[in-house]
């Protein structure tokens, strides 16, 4: 007697099949696994929610997404040793986007600290930061003219929140900001694992003419616990050659300036 492959059998094999292909992928579509796995759309859909339901995957429109841990709030320490070389070419690339006499916003961050680094050439610069670290860097450059509002310490970024750092930059406003994130992609936009950041990420993109995402390619399909802002209210994105394919081309679409770093093997 011939044993066949039970359904249930199948529908496990199938659900795993689809958990790798988001691990490797970071995203799949519903008529993709239709196709592939050659059951319906609705069959798709069931094994996207059983899925989501034991918190593997994260739903999207038309599909799913690679689940993260949206409560992980690391230490600058730790960040600052992730995706070193990127980083700094992408602080170096956004500071070709800054002109003599512009104000700017640096958010708090690893990225953004290697902005910082990068604008010491500048004769007249104005740069308004809650991050300290980036503060004890800019104090070094004679011509940038350093503004800090402030607010309450959060010692995981060095950077000042709360309502009182919120205020303070409700007084100014700005050329450009540039902001690093912890999450993003096309469909959700950006993210941050806290809140009062959240906030005040909202504020400076409420003073900004232009705004300007720095982010290594391992934030993309990564989405962090509060939302900031969606695609839309972004101009330019800064980040490396590693973005998945898809998402460069919907940003395109979508009207952003992609501009994109590469990181030379150096073997």
């Given at each position: 007697?011939?044993?066949g492959?039970?359904?249930?059998?199948?529908?496990?094999?199938?659900r795993?099949k689809?958990i790798?292909m988001?691990?490797?992928?970071?995203?799949?579509?519903?008529p993709?696994?239709s196709?592939?796995?050659?059951?319906?759309?609705v069959?798709?859909?069931?094994d996207?929610e059983?899925?989501?339901?034991k918190?593997?995957l994260?739903?999207?429109?038309?599909?799913a997404?690679?689940i993260?841990?949206?409560?992980?709030?690391?230490?600058?320490?730790?960040?600052?040793?992730?995706?070193?070389?990127?980083?700094?070419?992408?602080?170096a690339?956004?500071?070709?986007?800054?002109?003599?006499?512009?104000?700017?916003?640096l958010?708090?961050?690893t990225?953004?600290?290697e902005?910082?680094?990068?604008?010491?050439?500048?004769q007249?610069?104005?740069?308004?930061?809650?991050a300290l670290?980036?503060a004890?860097h800019?104090?070094n450059?004679?011509?940038?003219?350093?503004?800090?509002p402030?607010?309450?310490?959060?010692k995981n970024?060095?950077?000042?929140?709360?309502?009182?750092a919120?205020?303070?930059?409700?007084?100014?406003f700005c050329?450009?900001l540039f902001?690093?994130v912890?999450?993003i992609?096309?469909?959700n936009?950006?993210?941050?694992?806290?809140?009062?950041?959240?906030h005040i990420?909202?504020?400076?993109i409420?003073?900004?003419?232009?705004?300007?995402?720095?982010?290594d390619?391992?934030?993309?399909f990564?989405?962090s616990?509060?939302?900031?802002?969606?695609?839309d209210k972004?101009?330019?994105?800064?980040?490396?050659?590693?973005?998945?394919?898809?998402?460069?081309?919907?940003?395109?679409?979508?009207?952003?300036n992609?501009?994109?770093?590469?990181?030379?093997?150096?073997n």
């Open positions: 007697m011939s044993i492959i039970h359904n249930g059998d199948k529908t496990i094999e199938r795993a689809i790798e988001l691990e490797n992928d970071g995203q799949v579509k519903i993709k696994l196709e592939i796995f050659k059951v319906s759309d069959t798709i859909r069931n996207l059983q899925l989501e339901s918190e593997l994260v739903r999207s429109r038309g599909g997404l690679r993260n841990r949206v409560g992980i709030d690391y230490q600058l320490d730790v960040k600052s040793k992730k995706h070193i070389k990127e980083k700094q070419l992408i602080g690339k956004a500071a070709e986007l800054i002109n003599e006499n512009d104000t700017i916003i958010d708090s961050g990225t953004t600290l902005v910082a680094k990068n604008l010491s050439k500048f007249n610069l104005t740069v308004i930061s809650n670290n980036i004890g800019l104090v450059f004679p011509n940038v003219r350093l503004i800090i402030g607010g309450s310490l959060r970024s060095l950077s000042l929140i709360g309502a009182a919120e205020e303070g930059f409700k007084h100014y050329d450009k902001i690093g912890d999450g992609d096309s469909t936009g950006i993210s941050t694992p806290n809140v009062e950041e959240c990420n909202q504020v400076m409420k003073l900004a003419k232009e705004i300007i995402v720095v982010t390619s391992s934030k993309f990564k989405r616990f509060a939302f900031i802002c969606s695609i972004i101009h330019t994105i800064i980040t490396d050659s590693n973005i998945p394919k898809e998402e460069h081309q919907k940003l395109v679409k979508l009207g952003k992609v501009i994109i770093v590469t990181v030379e093997d150096e």
